[in-house]
């Protein structure tokens, strides 16, 4: 045990004196053939570092294809999904029809997936990876990672549901604050559903639909409330056809009898 405390410093020395003289040699092969080997030990960051000096040298050459995509795929082992998503989208777009095009596609996708923040912050990279991962069933539809990009898919536009019904939950709270935010969370939400016709968030969306123009007819001047509070009731009825088993039924009945009274049925 003592012998091998003795000599696990010189055998780190001599590994990173290596690594040193392989970053410094102008042998191109050399530096790609420990690159390889660096990737293959886990040590991502030595590979992307000799990568990405590598990738002009070695382009046209019969190493620059597996080259830019072990580039890529260093960066993506390394949690660095953004640099990742980069080099794979320039290998695939280099090389349309490559050895690696698939796996490309797959994971520049995938790294935005696992990128993709929690729903209150900005969704861009959400948004890149749906973009992503349609473009890679388009292409590979019978890949054996469809199920993994499929699923994937949706988790990210349940999230972006949801990112909206908050929206729409802001506006239904500030009320009439400043100007009838009613509105706007009726329009954020019927824009969800158009979008995302089969979120599991639907049924929430349909609600907040109803109690906004419930309070939108409650707080209209005299000559529109029959007219407001009938639009009320028609919403009701479309609420309850799409949920008729609604945790939800009790509150909507409770806004279809005031409304039905106010509109005069």
Not at 198 to 227: G, H, M, T, W
Request: aromatic share 16%.
């Amino acid at each position: 045990m003592r012998k091998l405390l003795y000599f696990l410093p010189l055998l780190l020395l001599c590994a990173c004196s290596e690594y040193n003289n392989v970053l410094k040699s102008r042998d191109n092969d050399y530096k790609f053939e420990y690159a390889k080997k660096a990737y293959d030990k886990k040590n991502y960051l030595q590979a992307s570092t000799l990568l990405s000096d590598l990738i002009t040298p070695l382009r046209g050459g019969p190493k620059g294809e597996e080259a830019l995509f072990l580039l890529a795929m260093s960066y993506y082992e390394n949690k660095d999904y953004l640099n990742s998503a980069v080099y794979f989208k320039t290998y695939y777009t280099r090389y349309p029809k490559g050895k690696y095009t698939e796996l490309a596609r797959f994971y520049s996708g995938y790294g935005y997936y696992l990128d993709s923040p929690d729903p209150q912050l900005d969704q861009s990279n959400t948004v890149k990876a749906i973009q992503e991962l349609d473009a890679f069933l388009n292409y590979f539809p019978k890949s054996d990672k469809v199920t993994i990009a499929q699923n994937a898919i949706f988790e990210m536009q349940d999230k972006l549901t949801l990112k909206q019904l908050q929206n729409a939950q802001l506006y239904y709270n500030l009320g009439n604050y400043m100007g009838n935010n009613y509105e706007s969370a009726i329009v954020v939400s019927q824009n969800a559903i158009k979008d995302y016709p089969y979120s599991k968030y639907k049924e929430d969306f349909e609600l907040l639909i109803l109690k906004s123009k419930f309070q939108e007819a409650k707080q209209s001047v005299a000559e529109r409330q029959a007219d407001r509070y009938r639009d009320v009731v028609d919403e009701y009825y479309s609420f309850i056809n799409n949920n008729p088993e609604s945790k939800h039924k009790k509150e909507a009945e409770t806004i279809f009898k005031i409304a039905s009274k106010h509109a005069g049925l």
